[in-house]
């Protein structure tokens, strides 16, 4: 094992909730605070939330380390110290070399200029001198397979051609640690599988990789060893494979009911979400021919017209099976301010096994609300019988017969 | 800071880089960020020229029609109207200078104020050199002090003003490098500020609406007494005025305790105005 690149002192990261956190807050809510505080009256209490707390963890050069855990549970905040994006409250995160991070795939990006100003400009901000890009143009434009099309402004790219190019600037700088969040989630089989080559390869040159995924596979491919996050804290760290199987048997992932805390400033957001039965009651179980409903509640306090909701059905492993909007069917009901409460019907094709469900809320400019594997579900019956089978279709089958045997057409 | 990349090139890969938030109160405010990232800088200010006339019908054409009609303006009011006097000479030059000098004062503090919260999914997705984005919107705005500076010499070359050596040699430069930190102290301050507090950039709006007034651009410093010249210096868009206006229409110029008087609150804000950035920049991205 080579030397130290990244070494974590009992990290912890706090955050103040309620005072400025998400939008900012303005200046006479301060002063009224001050106000208040001046005459005797108590503050409006602040809460603070440690996404990080007591994370003890040191990587060797070339190593490609896992990170998995359920939403919320810190992955991303811990990506965040490592890339140097935020600093750590308490304890000691240092770093040796440069840190190229893939948090987010195309940040930066200007819809306005061409394929090939984004990249001179991503690159730029990703560290990467004008040279630097110059000489792995032809790569970068090659890996996107974006050959013809880098005279283009960007915002008449495809979201798979955006990122494409996003992923492929970013995989051609040369740090020599990589952090990347969850950029398998986006992007069609194929480029899941050429990203998935390019981090490998990335790997085998030496390089170090943090990679945060759910999906599962992907993480048991790619990485030897692999740390799991649980509400801030390690929880175990050790063989890839060994954590999986410990971190989808723990049950501490999604429950079939789930209510999100509520954010007065927000534009839209869910507040709550269930799977229920067809009498209403939360189901964590399906049976194959009966009928269940995903419940969504939401709040909506501006008028967006164009609001969608969508679901993904997932499987444990990672696999994305369905994704489902409102507006698939033609349905903007949800555009003006009210509470709604958005049923969708689940439909009876799931093969027995473990599923999760993930939701979404915004429009095509915004995300409102996006939440990753919230719900779990088990179809039950038998898995043994069709390892492979994930949807049953029911397909129709026909057949007849063409003549004896023995007798050749 | 939250440097963790290096941001030089052959730096990376020898030591250890800490990750840690400064609690100094007076960090320091390392002016070398600003110069070891000038290509990032440039990146950012072609991003915004480009996205600002790719659409435009007129292009760049506008960086000489604003500085033309304003002075226009300019003259028939205050010229015409109020009949302002600079010295014999030409009103239009004069107008131009202050005009031209104002936008960019004005245009690079109202973008800069906003220039990190534009970019807040930068700030929170990748780790690059913060004060690049402030500090990027103090270049676009020059195209059009440069178009609106050229036509006020062409002008007062054409009405047989002159040009002066001394302004051109040290008027015009030193104008420049005033105007410019003049501008940098409060971007660096509102910058900071309204990532926390959004309203911040209100206050910067209504600034800037007061102190056009407090500034010698239609008007010239002359017209007050002596006592008030010096007061009014205390502004340092009224020495950057003086100086410009030496180099492009070839007047005098400025006395040099007015000047000294004007670089000095342009070096004191500057220092505020970093400072607080530094002190403030390790929690841009938990806040914005």
Known sequence: MGRAVIELDKVGKCYRLGEHHGSGTDLRETLARLGGSMIGRSRPSTREIWALRDVSLTVAEGQALGIIGANGAGKSTLLKVIGGITTPTVGRSRTRGRVGSLIEVGTGFHDELTGLENTYLNGAILGMSRRDVSDRLDEIVEFAGLEGFMETPVKRYSSGMYLRLGFSIAAHMDAEILVVDEVLAVGDAEFQRRCLAKMSEIEHSGRTILFVSHNMDAMAKLCQTTVWIDRGRIRLAGPTRSIIDAYLASGTTPTNDHRFGLDPSAAAQITEVALVGADGRPRSTLHSGSSAWLQVDLVVNDSIPELDLAFIVSTRSGVDLFDEGLADTGCHDISTPGVYRVRAHVPDLLAPGEYVISLWLGTQLEDFAKHEHVLAFTVDGDVVDRPRRRIRLGTEWETSQKGDSGTTP | ?288
């Open chain 2, 1 to 288: 800071m939250t440097g963790i990349r290096p941001s030089r090139p052959g730096a990376e890969g020898v030591g250890w880089i800490d990750n840690s938030a400064s609690t100094s109160r007076l960090p320091p405010l390392n002016l070398r960020e600003v110069w070891s990232n000038r290509e990032l800088i440039r990146f950012f200010a072609i991003r915004d020229i480009k996205v600002r006339y790719k659409q435009a019908f007129l292009g760049i054409a506008w960086a000489g029609l604003r500085p033309l009609l304003g002075a226009l303006t300019f003259t028939l009011v205050f010229n015409r109207i109020a009949t302002i006097d600079v010295g014999g000479r030409s009103y239009f030059a004069f107008a131009l200078v202050g005009f031209s000098a104002w936008t960019y004062f004005s245009t690079a503090i109202t973008t800069g104020t906003t220039s990190l919260v534009a970019n807040a999914d930068l700030l929170t997705k990748v780790a690059f050199p913060k004060v690049v984005a402030p500090a990027s919107s103090l270049i676009p705005p020059m195209i059009d002090l440069t178009v609106g500076a050229t036509l006020a010499m062409v002008v007062a070359v054409a009405v047989g003003d002159g040009l002066s050596a001394a302004g051109l040699l040290v008027g015009l430069p030193l104008g420049v490098v005033l105007l410019v930190v003049a501008a940098a102290g409060p971007i660096s301050f509102f910058s900071a500020a309204v990532v926390k507090y959004r309203d911040a950039a209100e206050v910067v709006g209504f600034g800037l609406y007061l102190l056009l007034f407090i500034s010698p651009i239609a008007y010239p410093p002359e017209l007050l007494s002596d006592h008030w010249q010096t007061i009014l210096h205390l502004n340092p868009l009224a020495g950057a005025l003086g100086l410009l206006r030496s180099g492009l229409t070839g007047s005098d110029l400025p006395g040099a305790h007015h000047v000294a008087l004007s670089a000095l609150t342009a070096g004191v804000f500057f220092f505020v105005g970093l400072l607080h950035f530094r002190r403030h920049e390790h929690e841009f991205a938990d806040i914005v």
